[in-house]
């Protein structure tokens, strides 16, 4: 026979269970560029085909196609997500080397659309929205540094901006536990300590006519709040948003091509509300 607390446990958790996820609230008022959210139909394989993905089938990633990288684990949702589309996480492995870049381990989603010269990313004012969660079955080591967003320059010499974790190489590692949001000149110009269970919402306007950048933070369900004033920032070179995981070595001055990375890795970073708007008259969706 059934106890009654234990029977009250179990129809407590079935009523749990039941409930319908939690949605964002979070409205998209302005032109959007480029589109990076997820339909919530959307299976691993459509990711291998450019006429089913959001975003680039062949780039960034290694031998693995992305129906083997990417997973799908029930986070929520991000204040932009709603029941019509989903998070996606980015996983990285030992087989995670991109091209010959040996000292990586690297993989990364760019959204469809988004050309390397003359990309519609890349002109007026523009703001990236993206919202990351961590996934406590494919934790970071946070002794490496961890490129997970950034805008890099059409001939590859150089970022626009970085937002980074872990420990920024030639640094003391002592705020290893904070998101770091980096300019050109890979000065920190805003950090925020990473929340192990909330999901965290970033915004980051580029405007490519006064050449500033100004970035905005929000947890949960919360409307974004700016965090920085505009900045100034040398926005020139065209290219394309990178958005993933690109983990660099430790203990090499050579990290593209040569340095430690640890055997068996399994390490993970899930986005939601990934979109690139139109930021034109000062309109930022918070």
């Avoid at 006519?209 to 949960?220: A, F, H, M, R």
């Amino acid at each position: 026979m059934i106890s009654s607390a234990l029977l009250t446990g179990l129809l407590l958790a079935s009523f749990a269970s039941a409930r319908p996820a939690k949605r964002g609230t979070g409205e998209i008022k302005c032109p959007v560029v480029l589109n990076g959210l997820v339909p919530v139909d959307k299976t691993p394989t459509d990711f291998d085909s450019y006429a089913t993905s959001p975003f680039n089938p062949d780039y960034i990633r290694g031998s693995e196609k992305f129906s083997q990288i990417l997973q799908f684990p029930d986070a929520g949702s991000s204040r932009f997500d709603n029941a019509t589309t989903k998070s996606v996480e980015v996983t990285i492995n030992d087989k995670s080397i991109f091209q010959t870049q040996n000292g990586f381990r690297r993989a990364g989603l760019q959204i469809q659309g988004d050309t390397n010269e003359n990309g519609p990313g890349t002109t007026g004012v523009r703001t990236l929205h993206f919202s990351v969660k961590q996934d406590p079955e494919r934790t970071l080591n946070l002794t490496h540094e961890y490129l997970n967003v950034w805008h890099e320059t059409s001939d590859y010499s150089a970022n626009q901006f970085n937002f980074e974790a872990g420990t920024i190489i030639g640094k003391s590692g002592s705020d290893k536990n904070s998101f770091k949001v980096l300019n050109r000149q890979n000065n920190q110009v805003w950090s925020t300590p990473i929340d192990a269970t909330a999901w965290q919402n970033f915004a980051i306007t580029l405007d490519f006519v006064k050449n500033t950048l100004q970035v905005y933070y929000s947890k949960d369900d919360e409307p974004l709040k700016a965090v920085t004033s505009a900045l100034s920032n040398d926005n020139s070179g065209g290219g394309q948003y990178q958005i993933g995981i690109l983990k660099k070595p430790t203990g090499t001055s050579d990290v593209v091509n040569s340095g430690y990375q640890e055997k068996g890795i399994s390490e993970g970073q899930i986005y939601g509300g990934i979109f690139l708007e139109d930021s034109a008259n000062g309109c930022v969706s918070l």
